[in-house]
């Protein structure tokens, strides 16, 4: 049994960490986390390290509270949704946690949605948490 969360650091990243590491404790099961970059140019380097700040903090924080957990950096040049889905596949995921945050009809439109294509394409259940404003 695993659970998959995607996490950038940000509203929804976080929202959907403390949900899925609620569900993990719950469950008594592992809890693998998904940073997923396209890595090259479209990543900054002080974005680098940040994220690998943020990712060092999320295993402070899982180990302290005793939750079994695995955290993967990936910079493979995919889509976040495409990352979460080879993932949830490869350890036979229970489910998958994502955030969401509140969008314009425009804004899906022109920026796509990794959350539609992961609800679409998982081979499990998602669980979206909405993200505090």
Do not use: W
């Not at 969360?5 to 404790?25: C, D």
């Amino acid at each position: 049994m695993a659970i998959v969360v995607g996490f950038v650091p940000t509203n929804e990243g976080k929202a959907a960490l403390r949900r899925a590491a609620e569900e993990a404790k719950l469950r008594s099961t592992r809890l693998v986390v998904i940073n997923s970059n396209r890595g090259g140019k479209d990543l900054a380097s002080d974005d680098a390290v940040r994220y690998e700040a943020e990712l060092a903090a999320v295993q402070r924080e899982l180990a302290e509270a005793g939750i079994d957990h695995e955290v993967r950096q990936l910079v493979r040049g995919l889509e976040p949704a495409e990352d979460l889905i080879a993932v949830a596949t490869e350890i036979g995921a229970d489910f998958i946690v994502i955030g969401l945050r509140r969008r314009t009809p425009v804004g899906k439109l022109i920026l796509g949605s990794n959350a539609q294509r992961i609800l679409l394409d998982a081979p499990c259940p998602v669980l979206a948490v909405k993200a505090d404003a």
